[in-house]
């Protein structure tokens, strides 16, 4: 079993919809959660990074970390066409000195106008 | 804008033609990452520097290795690339603390092909 599973889509939404994006996990220790976007071609982009359970907002992006069930998601409200991207959720363990990221293999979302 | 800067965006290089991929940053980060990304696949770390502090993962082909000269700049060697060397390669910095990690933030990449 992989430490972090993400479904790699692709993922087909029309404009204006809500975009659920979603990982399991399964090692307990993981603390810190971030979700990237990466556009073709170009390098993962920092969306939202959070620390243990709970919701964060930013704008068009929820992020939700549900620590007891090891899942966490990402929603995107009234997405756009700019929004078709690759998804990866990232998470690493306890606070302290260095730790190893893990990321997720990524969703490809896809925005139809 | 403070930032990770990758160069080149593109490189093609022989088989067994020896290749220097480049980072800088300007976030006064004190680690620097290496990552390999084929498509579809979720970046693989190559090793890091923790300040001076060199960090190999255990499954690092020897064909790879790195420098960092000063804070700001990272370079990765490809000693003797293979066609299956090719793939995006991702410098990402982050500033760890003892209170806790800090997130990466990644460069846009050098495309590495192989003729």
């Known amino acids: 079993q992989k430490e972090v599973e993400q479904d790699p889509g692709p993922l087909s939404v029309p404009e204006g919809a809500i975009v659920s994006l979603n990982c399991t996990y399964s090692?307990?220790?993981?603390?810190?959660f971030m979700w990237y976007r990466q556009y073709s071609r170009k390098g993962p982009e920092l969306l939202m990074y959070t620390y243990s359970s709970g919701n964060k907002e930013d704008g068009r992006f929820t992020a939700q970390v549900d620590k007891s069930s090891k899942y966490i998601s990402l929603f995107i409200r009234d997405s756009q066409p700019s929004d078709s991207a690759t998804y990866l959720c990232?998470?690493?363990?306890?606070?302290?000195?260095?730790?190893?990221?893990?990321f997720g293999i990524g969703t490809k979302l896809q925005v139809i106008p | 804008d403070a930032m990770v800067i990758q160069n080149p965006r593109y490189q093609v290089t022989q088989f067994g033609k020896p290749v220097t991929l480049s980072c800088s940053q300007t976030?006064?980060?004190?680690?620097m990452y290496w990552y390999q990304q084929k498509s579809s696949q979720a970046p693989k770390l190559l090793f890091h520097y923790y300040d001076k502090d060199f960090n190999n993962e255990a499954d690092t082909p020897d064909n790879f290795q790195s420098r960092r000269p000063n804070t700001s700049f990272c370079f990765l060697d490809i000693r003797s690339p293979g066609l299956g060397d090719a793939a995006m390669y991702l410098c990402a910095t982050s500033r760890v603390r003892e209170t806790g990690n800090q997130p990466q933030h990644f460069g846009d990449g050098t495309r590495l092909s192989i003729l």
């Open positions: 990232a998470m690493s363990g306890r606070s302290g000195g260095y730790q190893k990221v893990t």
């Open positions: 976030l006064n980060h004190n680690v």
């Open positions: 090692n307990s220790a993981f603390q810190y």
